[in-house]
């Protein structure tokens, strides 16, 4: 399937929607989401996995109440870091079962709620599996539970998203822990399930499949001493890479799940129940934000396109330059692609009141005007989700798009000020 949206597909969506006068004045960012690419991205997942999987798709990518409704009719679960995302998922109608809670600082009362509600918790450590014995005590629970072990596999070239090297915060270290391990899953019946993630995004195929190798090892080991499926839950966590340059092939989803049913093949079958939790590869190459460029600052050698959108939408890019990057569009007034480069290139100077809020520097441009349209590609996912309250901007609008069909709906308007005003009381 095709990896990236391409400028046409985008151009033509960003032209109909300027037609039909769904861009304002008002309107000075904007984010498309392709639904239709949406929807592709989630049936080739269910495609590749047994049936029985459950894709519980990462909601801090995008938290959207309307896209969480989508998904969920698509036989989407979803994956939540906090009893807020948990309750939107609630809220959105996913059952219990198809939401799995991860979080690495759950307290008692996030746990009891989780218990009360039935859903899946993954815990992040020893002492978690403690509180949680205690809670089970007095709370009858439908729900199941697992507990995230790290496989110190090593890191990936983002070192801040990297999370199984011989240090993380996360889940409990294997090669110091394995004991401890062994005897929670012996001492707690209802401890079923084992829980990794390796990284999200600069992290290889080859490593991700060495986590699942360490886990599945360590799974197969309890289960032979039990003498049952004691582990029968197995979660793979998410974290496989996307592009975010249509010019480079990403790595194929097809290649890893035949890797993972070839190397563990207990895993295709019904010795486990599987999840998944990708978020990033079903989200972020749905997406595309446009900003109005509102000055141009012509200097020796650069020039400055002054945008709407920077470190508030944009915060690893703005942070992290050398590891987050986008691709980027420039249409004129009327939605048409602008063509050839400039003299000079382009820094992308977003509104924010610090020198470090720029998006991207020396970007090759065709010459920028005011009133002129810049689109950031690939922008479906941690984006909007990581918006920063600094300088009290309005969050932008939100529009999903049905391609073949040229319907646009609303799937969040753009803030007001009134909102904004109730933030800050």
Request: aromatic share 10%; hydrophobic share 40%; net charge negative.
């Amino acid at each position: 399937m095709k990896s990236n949206l391409s400028i046409d597909s985008l151009g033509k969506a960003f032209r109909s929607a300027l037609s039909k006068g769904l861009i304002g004045e008002e309107d000075t960012a904007m984010i498309f989401l392709d639904l239709s690419f949406l929807e592709e991205r989630i049936r080739h997942l269910q495609s590749l996995f047994p049936s029985s999987s459950l894709h519980a798709i990462a909601t801090k990518a995008n938290p959207l109440l309307k896209i969480l409704k989508f998904m969920l009719p698509l036989g989407a679960g979803a994956e939540v870091a906090s009893v807020g995302e948990l309750k939107l998922a609630l809220k959105a109608g996913y059952p219990p079962e198809k939401i799995v809670f991860d979080s690495p600082v759950k307290t008692m009362q996030d746990l009891e709620f989780a218990l009360l509600a039935g859903v899946h918790i993954n815990a992040d450590s020893l002492a978690e599996l403690d509180r949680i014995a205690l809670l089970k005590e007095k709370i009858h629970s439908s729900g199941t539970a697992g507990i995230r072990i790290n496989p110190q596999v090593g890191v990936g070239s983002i070192l801040e998203s990297s999370v199984a090297g011989e240090y993380s915060k996360f889940g409990v270290p294997i090669r110091t822990g394995k004991e401890e391990l062994k005897s929670a899953f012996l001492r707690y019946e209802w401890l079923t399930g084992v829980h990794l993630h390796v990284g999200s995004q600069g992290c290889s195929m080859e490593l991700l499949l060495e986590g699942i190798r360490v886990l599945y090892e360590f799974a197969e080991e309890i289960n032979t001493i039990t003498g049952t499926r004691r582990i029968n839950i197995f979660d793979i966590g998410g974290g496989f890479p996307i592009s975010y340059d249509s010019s480079i092939e990403p790595p194929s989803m097809e290649e890893y799940a035949g890797e993972i049913k070839k190397r563990f093949p207990s895993l295709f079958t019904n010795h486990y129940s599987l999840f998944t939790e990708f978020g990033r590869w079903v989200h972020v190459n749905t997406g595309w934000t446009v900003s109005r460029v509102e000055y141009v600052k012509r200097d020796p050698g650069i020039n400055t396109a002054m945008i709407h959108v920077g470190a508030d939408l944009f915060l690893r890019e703005c942070l992290n330059p050398k590891a987050w990057q986008h691709e980027y569009t420039l249409f004129d007034i009327n939605g048409i692609q602008k063509q050839g480069k400039d003299v000079h290139p382009y820094n992308l100077a977003g509104p924010l009141c610090f020198s470090g809020d720029i998006l991207a520097r020396d970007v090759k441009l065709p010459a920028a005007e005011e009133g002129d349209y810049l689109v950031i590609h690939d922008t479906g996912g941690y984006t909007f989700s990581m918006w920063s309250r600094y300088n009290s901007r309005l969050m932008p609008k939100v529009m999903g798009y049905i391609g073949k069909d040229d319907q646009f709906m609303i799937l969040k308007d753009r803030e007001s000020f009134e909102h904004l005003m109730t933030e800050w009381i």
